[in-house]
Nanobody, 123 residues
Framework: QVQLVESGGGLVQAGDSLRLSCAAS????????MGWFRQAPGKEREFVAA????????DYTSSVQGRFTISRVNAKNTVYLLMNDLKPEDTAVYYC????????????????WGQGTQVTVSS
């Protein structure tokens, strides 16, 4: 089992930045690819970003490319999502997730999920 706890969400204005953190416990963190997903009210959960076991490879959905950066510090069992130039359409609950077999772009790829953290961007 892997336990994931997100933090860092909040209410910000358009153009602001936030850094989300996801702390993992329970298993060897570096054995898992990590991803961030988000879900807005009335919408399906969507992929945001993913990072490989060592952090050497990353993927992003096109709408956040160039604004968001995913990173990880395996020594701290933590994955981050730095979000710059936030837009109202980024408003959602953000979830981190752990993938035993890669760093996929589909929620079905992931085995463990955190409880989510709310990000609200006002215009």
């Amino acid at each position: 089992q892997v336990q994931l706890v997100e933090s860092g969400g909040g209410l910000v204005q358009a153009g602001d930045s936030l850094r989300l953190s996801c702390a993992a416990s329970g298993r060897t963190f570096s054995n898992y690819g990590m991803g961030w997903f988000r879900q807005a009210p009335g919408k399906e959960r969507e992929f945001v970003a993913a990072i490989s076991y060592s952090g050497g490879s990353t993927d992003y959905t096109s709408s956040v490319q160039g604004r968001f950066t995913i990173s990880r510090v395996n020594a701290k069992n933590t994955v981050y999502l730095l979000m710059n130039d936030l837009k109202p359409e980024d408003t959602a609950v953000y979830y981190c997730a752990a993938d035993r077999t890669g760093w996929g772009m589909h929620h079905n790829d992931y085995d463990y999920w955190g409880q989510g953290t709310q990000v609200t961007v006002s215009s």
